[in-house]
């Protein structure tokens, strides 16, 4: 008993620890799964939208809208839905935070 206890206690530290590096590691996840229409870190080819650089308050904006089907669209009702108002708060600030 005592011992599975520590084991139990190290591993939450560890996780603590490394917390912080996996969540920006995360937020790159989610970003590349909107790389193949928005571009490698949002910057997108012509005939797209670039979301490299866009204020992250509006981009939030357009994001939520899009989840609560507020704002026309094809495809991003679907795939908006699919995140947290946290991580599309997350991904929003990282896609602003990139160069156009
Ligand atoms: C399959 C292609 C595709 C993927 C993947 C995709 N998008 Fe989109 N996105 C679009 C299209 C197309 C639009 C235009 C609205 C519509 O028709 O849905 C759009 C519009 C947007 C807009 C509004 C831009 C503006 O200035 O009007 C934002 C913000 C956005 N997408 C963010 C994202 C984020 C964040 C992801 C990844 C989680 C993502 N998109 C993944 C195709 C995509």
């Given at each position: 008993m005592g011992k599975s206890i520590k084991w139990l206690a190290g591993g939450v530290l560890c996780a603590a620890a490394l917390g912080a590096q996996a969540?920006?590691?995360?937020?790159?996840?989610?970003?590349a799964a909107c790389a193949n229409c928005h571009g490698t870190d949002g910057r997108a080819e012509p005939g797209a939208i670039s979301l490299a650089g866009q204020g992250k308050d509006d981009m939030l904006q357009k994001l939520l809208d899009f989840k609560?089907?507020?704002?026309?669209?094809?495809?991003?009702?679907?795939?908006?839905?699919?995140?947290?108002?946290?991580?599309?708060?997350?991904?929003?600030?990282?896609?602003?935070?990139?160069?156009?």
């Open positions: 969540q920006v590691n995360q937020v790159r996840v989610w970003a609560a089907g507020k704002r026309p669209a094809t495809i991003m009702h679907q795939l908006s839905k699919g995140y947290t108002d946290e991580q599309l708060a997350q991904i929003a600030t990282y896609f602003a935070a990139q160069k156009k």
